[in-house]
């Protein structure tokens, strides 16, 4: 069946570093990806999204690296700030039918 | 752009009770509309999903069903809730114009006592 998870659990990063957010999928068929950030007690905010056709997509402070080869999805924040730290979540959509399927989320802790 | 309203954002009911937890969205058409319910640290469970008024398409087997009375109004609700039924419940959209970013609404945190 789909699936989708994440490597860590949780991320701690000292503040101006760069964070990496990993994510594997297991569904080949996919060929959509998206990023969200979650805030205690709000609902998840996109940050950025790629389809199977590019491997690479460049945001402000954020990019999203695809290996379809690995099935293995990553997000890239520069210089981490304080306001960063959330829950983050990948989603994969299945089979174009609209539904997002979403792994368990990391937590990333900006330390000050 | 559009925006998705929910409410309450808080709830508290009693085993057993009646639930009904309202979505409405501005600012689209013809949207295709989800519940998400999300327990305390984990990820995003889709429950329910329609395309139009009236279609809805069950995702998991549960004590919850859903209802599109309107073109921007979807409703979540339940005959009598469940201990199991305590979380965070989020609506969402995608514009249906072939843009498959979903958005969500704020959300409700239902605990059921």
């Known amino acids: 069946g789909e699936s989708v998870g994440l490597h860590l659990p949780t991320l701690s990063v000292q503040e101006g570093d760069n964070s990496i957010i990993n994510c594997a999928y297991s569904?080949?068929?996919?060929?959509?990806f998206i990023w969200y950030k979650q805030e205690s007690g709000k609902g998840p905010q996109f940050i950025i999204d790629?389809?199977?056709?590019?491997d690479k997509r460049q945001g402000q402070r954020v990019t999203v690296l695809l290996n379809k080869t690995v099935k293995h999805l990553s997000l890239q924040i520069a210089a981490t700030q304080p306001g960063d730290s959330a829950v983050y979540f990948c989603?994969?959509?299945?089979?174009?039918?609209?539904?997002?399927?979403f792994g368990s989320g990391t937590r990333l802790l900006v330390r000050p | 752009s559009q925006t998705i309203h929910q409410w309450p954002a808080t709830l508290v009911q009693p085993v057993g009770s009646p639930l009904s937890l309202e979505c409405t969205v501005e600012g689209t058409s013809n949207p295709n509309l989800y519940w998400y319910r999300q327990a305390a640290g984990r990820g995003l469970q889709l429950l329910f999903y329609s395309v139009g008024i009236g279609q809805i398409s069950s995702e998991v087997p549960q004590n919850l069903s859903a209802s599109r009375p309107q073109d921007r109004q979807f409703i979540l609700s339940s005959k009598k809730l469940l201990l199991s039924d305590s979380g965070f419940y989020l609506c969402a959209l995608t514009p249906g114009t072939g843009n498959e970013k979903l958005f969500f609404g704020s959300g409700t945190q239902l605990s059921v006592l």
């Open positions: 569904n080949s068929a996919s060929d959509y």
């Open positions: 790629i389809r199977s056709n590019m």
């Open positions: 989603a994969e959509e299945a089979d174009s039918s609209y539904k997002l399927i």
